[in-house]
T-cell receptor
Framework: GEDVEQSLFLSVREGDSSVINCTYTDSSSTYLYWYKQEPGAGLQLLTYIFSNMDMKQDQRLTVLLNKKDKHLSLRIADTQTGDSAIYFCAETRRQAGNMLTFGGGTRLMVKP | EAGVVQSPRYKIIEKKQPVAFWCNPISGHNTLYWYLQNLGQGPELLIRYENEEAVDDSQLPKDRFSAERLKGVDSTLKIQPAELGDSAVYLC????????????FGQGTRLTVV
């Protein structure tokens, strides 16, 4: 199976919270990342978490890591229409030179 | 500070023709990556450079793809000859070095092979 998996699509209303989920298979993952990609643009690094942490908060973004279940989530509080984009989960392993392995992306649609 | 710069943004070529993409990483970044992003999928690594040395090119289809980073700064990725299945977005990224946790991406080159 795929190393990093995400659901394809999420739709929320403006002002609600969004939760995007990701699962990974490699227990030797060193860092886990969330990237945002808007149409026609490259990938923008939103946040990342070291594998020995459980949670990281950065303004409207909260990352939760359950290392036992190999589950990562990104919560966006007070979701805005400008948050509509594709969100990619990714992981790196130190023995792989910090090469990023990406999931397939979750398309977030925010309805006004 | 300028980010990772890629050119061209878009390229349309006929199959069997050659094509080249150019990337200028962030100044001072020693590690450079080329990723391939097919439609509806996440990026996949093609090649990673540490300075001018290609340290991981295991995913690069070497029969038709080649890359270089002669002076350890700019890089070019070439396809010769291009096939219909090469239509995708080619992303370049850079980081300070291989131990650094943050990689920054360019806007990509969207290639269409007809």
């Amino acid at each position: 199976g795929e190393d990093v998996e995400q659901s394809l699509f999420l739709s929320v209303r403006e002002g609600d919270s969004s939760v995007i989920n990701c699962t990974y298979t490699d227990s030797s993952s060193t860092y886990l990342y969330w990237y945002k990609q808007e149409p026609g643009a490259g990938l923008q690094l939103l946040t990342y978490i070291f594998s020995n942490m459980d949670m990281k908060q950065d303004q409207r973004l909260t990352v939760l890591l359950n290392k036992k279940d190999k589950h990562l989530s990104l919560r966006i509080a007070d979701t805005q229409t400008g948050d509509s984009a594709i969100y990619f989960c990714a992981e790196t392993r130190r023995q792989a030179g910090n090469m990023l392995t990406f999931g397939g992306g979750t398309r977030l649609m925010v309805k006004p | 500070e300028a980010g990772v710069v890629q050119s061209p943004r878009y390229k349309i070529i006929e199959k069997k023709q050659p094509v080249a993409f150019w990337c200028n990483p962030i100044s001072g970044h020693n590690t450079l990556y080329w990723y391939l992003q097919n439609l509806g999928q996440g990026p996949e690594l093609l090649i990673r450079y540490e300075n001018e040395e290609a340290v991981d090119d295991s995913q690069l289809p070497k029969d038709r793809f080649s890359a270089e980073r002669l002076k350890g700064v700019d890089s070019t990725l070439k396809i010769q000859p291009a096939e219909l299945g090469d239509s995708a977005v080619y992303l370049c990224a850079s980081s300070l070095d291989q131990r650094n946790t943050e990689a920054f991406f360019g806007q990509g080159t969207r290639l269409t092979v007809v």
